[in-house]
């Protein structure tokens, strides 16, 4: 069966599979219509079994779904990993385990490296990104970044080796925040003022994009690529493509859920 969605275009190992699904090819009605695959979002539970049954026969490897709560745990995965544990990142050197993130506006981030030992995927919102409750400079980014650097497969890796991909999110003409969240942001890092665009009285445009790229860059991370910030990767923006959750919650009262997906292949 084929699922439509994206492939990221990196140069990764052969190794490495990277697949980003979208609305597109599920059973879900509205307003999930039609590839739902959170369970957690009011609908039906059969068509979410079903969209993930369609997801997993389409990649011929089961995605590993998390509990994400937009915090910075990172949960180590191998074929004995249950579905569901909290977490808002993984990581694996087990091939045809798959690293999965649901998002509907947030950051999926996809870590790999160029000997495609290891493959890893964190979901990144602002407060995931900040490190919201968590010690200065401790993001979900930051905290996915320390696990793939102490891979004892890839034994003296640098960030300077690893490589990232941005996927899709809601994109810097559609992201309106408070006056205190880019102060956040500011507070730990000068340079995130260049993410904040004044709109209204005390909020702002952000781009979340460019404040994971910033806050990866400044890590060490070199190698970075996808989401550019402009409008084929905004989630709010493109409405037949992708679930968004600030544009649709409020008017339909849901909304679904897309996963991006990383694995090592087991051939």
């Given at each position: 069966?084929?699922?439509?969605?994206?492939?990221?275009?990196?140069?990764?190992?052969?190794?490495?599979?990277?697949?980003?699904?979208?609305?597109?090819?599920?059973v879900?009605?509205?307003?999930?219509?039609?590839?739902?695959?959170?369970?957690?979002?009011?609908?039906?539970?059969?068509?979410?079994?079903?969209?993930?049954?369609?997801l997993?026969q389409?990649?011929?490897?089961?995605?590993?779904?998390?509990?994400?709560?937009?915090?910075?745990e990172?949960?180590?995965?191998?074929?004995?990993?249950?579905?569901?544990?909290?977490?808002?990142?993984?990581?694996?050197?087990?091939?045809?385990?798959?690293?999965t993130?649901?998002?509907?506006?947030?950051?999926?981030v996809?870590?790999?490296?160029?000997?495609?030992?290891?493959?890893?995927?964190?979901?990144?919102?602002?407060?995931?990104?900040?490190?919201w409750?968590?010690?200065?400079?401790?993001?979900?980014?930051?905290?996915?970044l320390?696990?793939?650097?102490?891979s004892?497969?890839?034994?003296?890796?640098?960030?300077?080796?690893?490589?990232?991909?941005?996927?899709?999110?809601?994109?810097?003409?559609?992201?309106?925040?408070?006056?205190?969240?880019?102060?956040?942001?500011?507070?730990?890092?000068?340079?995130?003022?260049?993410?904040?665009?004044?709109?209204?009285?005390?909020?702002?445009?952000?781009?979340?994009?460019?404040?994971?790229?910033?806050?990866?860059?400044?890590?060490?991370?070199?190698?970075?690529?996808?989401?550019?910030?402009?409008?084929?990767?905004?989630?709010?923006?493109?409405?037949?493509?992708?679930?968004?959750?600030?544009?649709?919650?409020?008017?339909?009262?849901?909304?679904?859920?897309?996963?991006?997906c990383?694995?090592?292949?087991?051939?």
């Open positions: 069966m084929t699922v439509p969605g994206w492939v990221p275009e990196w140069p990764v190992a052969s190794r490495v599979k990277a697949f980003l699904s979208t609305r597109q090819g599920g879900s009605l509205a307003p999930w219509q039609s590839l739902n695959l959170g369970d957690h979002v009011g609908d039906m539970p059969a068509h979410v079994a079903a969209n993930r049954g369609r997993a389409a990649l011929g490897v089961a995605p590993v779904f998390l509990q994400q709560v937009h915090g910075n990172v949960l180590d995965m191998d074929a004995s990993t249950a579905q569901g544990l909290t977490a808002d990142a993984c990581w694996t050197a087990q091939p045809g385990v798959v690293c993130i649901m998002v509907a506006d947030c950051l999926p996809l870590f790999t490296e160029p000997s495609g030992t290891w493959v890893a995927a964190a979901h990144a919102g602002w407060r995931g990104l900040a490190g409750g968590a010690p200065a400079g401790q993001g979900v980014l930051e905290a996915t320390a696990r793939c650097l102490r004892s497969a890839t034994p003296g890796l640098r960030a300077a080796d690893v490589q990232v991909w941005l996927g899709p999110c809601i994109g810097p003409q559609a992201f309106e925040v408070g006056a205190e969240v880019r102060a956040i942001f500011c507070a730990d890092d000068p340079d995130a003022a260049a993410a904040f665009t004044p709109h209204q009285a005390h909020t702002y445009w952000a781009d979340l994009a460019l404040l994971a790229r910033l806050r990866l860059q400044r890590a060490g991370v070199t190698s970075i690529y996808g989401n550019d910030g402009s409008a084929r990767w905004c989630t709010h923006r493109q409405a037949s493509l992708f679930f968004s959750h600030r544009r649709d919650a409020a008017k339909l009262g849901s909304t679904g859920r897309m996963a991006a990383i694995w090592l292949d087991q051939g």
